[in-house]
C-alpha cells in the first residue's frame, strides 16, 4: 500500500520541483491534474481507440464476428477502464460515442439492420436481449461509482498507509452483490426507455432474445474448432432474425409460391431445412450421450404396442420412433428416451401465447404423444426436448443440459459451469446455423415454366 501512495507522492514532489507539467498527467491509469490537462489526456485517448476502432470496421467488411468479439471483449474495456478511474470524463466521450453510433454499429450489425431507434437497445447487455454495445458518454459516471464501490477497502487501506492488505472477503462479495443489484436496476430502467413506443412484437422479441441461452452466440468467442465461427452473412442474418428486422437481399415471394419473410421461411417445408433444424438438434444431444451414456441410437424404435391401454392421445403406431435413446442417463442400465422439437415461436399458433405457454404446450403435446407409451411398453423414461428457434430452452430441455453437463464433469473432472457453457453453446449454434439456412437455403426455382414448356414465340401470331 504504502509503495503506491509513495509513488502518488513522489510523483507530486517532482512535478513540484523540476515543474515537470501545469495541467497534469497520467497515473496508474488515470489522469491527476487540472479539468485542461484532462480534457486533453481524454481527447488523446479517445484517438487512441478511434484508431482501433477504425482498423475493426476494416475487417468488419470481411467478417463482423471477430471485430464485434474484438470490440465487446477487448476496445471497449479500454474506455471503461478509464471511466472507472476517472470521475467527470461522461461529456467528453460523447466523440467517442459519435464513432460507435455512426460508424461501428452499422459495420459491425448490418447497415441495414441499425436504425437511430435501435440504439438504445444494441446499448442493453446480450442477456436482457441488447448487444452489448454500450454508450460510453451514458456509462461513465455509473462505471466510477461501481469502481468506488469496489475499491472501497483498497482505497481506505491506502488512505490509511497500512504496510500489508489484507482483504475482506465478506465485505467484498457484499460490494460485489450491491453492484449486481445497480446493475440490474439501472439496466431495467435502460430497457424501459429505450423501448419507449416501440410495437409490441419487438418487445416479444426482446423478451425471447433474453431467454436463458438465447444470447450465448453473440457472447462466445469465434472459435472455429468449436464450430463457432459465422460467415458474414450469417452474422447479419442472426442480428435480423434476433430483432425480427427486414432481411436484406430476400426474395419477396418464397420457391413455394407464398410471401417471404423470416416467419415463412422457419415454416416452409419446402427444402428439408425444418428437417435440418431438428436433425442437428438431435445428432448433437446423441454425441453428448455418448460421452457419459450407453447404446445411444437416435430414430430409435419403440417396441408394439400389444393391447396395453394407453390414454387417448398416445403414439400407437406400429414402426413409432423417438428421436434419440440413450442407456444410464437420468438412471444407471435405464433406458431414457428424448424427443426434440424445436419450434418457431413467429409462427401464429405460437405467437399468440405466453413465451412459457409455448414451453409447455409443445412439452405437453410431446409427453401426451410418448410418455405413457414409454413408461408402459419400454419401462424407459422421456424427456421431451423443446427448443425455439430464437434459442430458448423448455424447462425439461434446460434440465437435462445441467444433467448432462453434471455427468460430463464428474466424468472428465472438468469445471460444471464450463461444460454446461459448451453444451448450451453448441445446441445454440446448431439452431442458429440451421435458421439461417432455412432464411437462405436453395428451395428449388419459383413457379417458372420449365424450358421445355416454354412457347418461344411470346408475341403469338394474332392470325
Ligand atoms: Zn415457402
Not at 453510433?101 to 452499422?106: A, Q, T, V
Not at 424427443?339 to 401426451?368: C, G, Q
Request: hydrophobic residues 40%; positive net charge.
Amino acid at each position: 500500500m504504502k509503495e503506491i501512495f509513495r509513488t502518488v507522492n513522489q510523483y507530486l514532489i517532482l512535478c513540484l520541483l523540476f515543474n515537470i507539467t501545469t495541467i497534469g498527467r497520467k497515473l496508474l491509469g488515470s489522469f491527476l491534474g487540472k479539468d485542461e490537462g484532462l480534457v486533453i489526456h481524454v481527447e488523446k485517448q479517445i484517438a487512441k481507440w478511434s484508431e482501433d476502432i477504425n482498423e475493426l470496421i476494416e475487417i468488419a467488411k470481411f467478417e463482423p464476428q471477430l471485430p464485434y468479439a474484438a470490440y465487446i471483449f477487448g476496445t471497449s474495456k479500454r474506455w471503461q477502464f478509464l471511466c472507472r478511474t476517472t470521475p467527470g470524463i461522461g461529456s467528453l466521450l460523447k466523440p467517442l460515442e459519435d464513432l460507435i453510433d455512426e460508424k461501428l454499429i452499422p459495420a459491425l450489425v448490418g447497415e441495414y439492420n441499425y436504425t437511430q431507434h435501435m440504439r438504445g437497445v444494441f446499448a442493453l447487455p446480450a442477456r436482457l436481449g441488447g448487444l452489448g454495445l454500450l454508450i460510453p458518454h451514458k456509462e461513465a459516471q455509473f462505471e466510477y461509482e461501481n469502481s468506488l464501490i469496489m475499491t472501497k477497502q483498497l482505497t481506505r487501506a491506502i488512505v490509511n498507509q497500512q504496510d500489508s492488505f489484507v482483504e475482506d472477503k465478506v465485505k467484498q462479495a457484499e460490494a460485489a452483490k450491491e453492484i449486481t443489484k445497480r446493475k440490474a436496476a439501472k439496466y431495467e430502467a435502460d430497457l424501459a426507455e429505450a423501448t419507449v413506443g416501440f410495437p409490441a412484437d419487438l418487445v416479444k422479441m426482446l423478451d425471447l432474445a433474453k431467454e436463458k441461452g438465447a444470447s450465448c452466440w453473440l457472447t462466445s468467442l469465434p472459435l472455429k474448432s468449436c464450430g463457432f465461427r459465422l460467415s458474414k452473412q450469417q452474422w447479419f442474418d442472426a442480428i435480423t432474425m434476433r430483432y425480427n428486422l427486414k432481411p436484406n437481399d430476400f426474395p419477396v415471394f418464397c420457391a413455394c409460391g407464398k410471401e417471404n419473410s423470416i416467419n415463412h421461411c422457419l415454416t416452409c417445408k419446402k427444402g428439408g431445412f425444418v428437417h435440418l433444424r431438428h436433425d442437428a438438434v438431435r445428432d448433437s444431444f446423441a454425441e453428448i450421450m455418448r460421452s457419459v451414456g450407453k447404446d445411444v441410437k437416435t430414430e430409435p424404435h419403440l417396441l408394439p404396442v400389444t393391447g396395453e391401454p394407453l390414454p387417448a392421445g398416445t403414439n400407437i403406431k406400429d414402426g413409432a420412433r423417438a428421436d434419440v435413446s440413450a442407456l444410464s442417463i437420468w438412471t444407471p442400465l435405464c433406458k431414457a428416451f428424448f424427443d426434440i422439437r424445436v419450434f418457431n415461436p413467429l409462427a401464429s399458433t405460437n405467437w399468440e401465447m405466453d413465451i412459457v405457454d409455448m414451453y409447455k404446450h409443445h412439452e405437453d403435446a410431446k409427453k401426451k404423444e410418448y410418455n405413457n407409451r414409454i413408461l408402459q411398453v419400454e419401462k424407459g423414461t422421456f424427456t421431451p426436448l423443446i427448443f425455439s428457434c430464437t434459442g430458448g430452452a423448455g424447462r425439461e430441455s434446460g434440465k437435462l443440459m445441467k444433467h448432462l453437463a453434471s455427468l460430463i464433469s464428474d466424468k472428465k473432472q472438468q469445471p460444471y459451469s464450463q461444460v454446461v457453457n459448451i453444451i448450451r453453446r453448441r445446441i445454440r449454434f446448431d439452431i442458429l446455423r440451421s435458421c439461417n439456412f432455412s432464411l437462405r437455403g436453395f428451395r428449388g426455382k419459383s413457379n417458372f415454366v420449365s424450358l421445355e414448356d416454354l412457347e418461344y414465340n411470346l408475341c403469338p401470331d394474332q392470325n
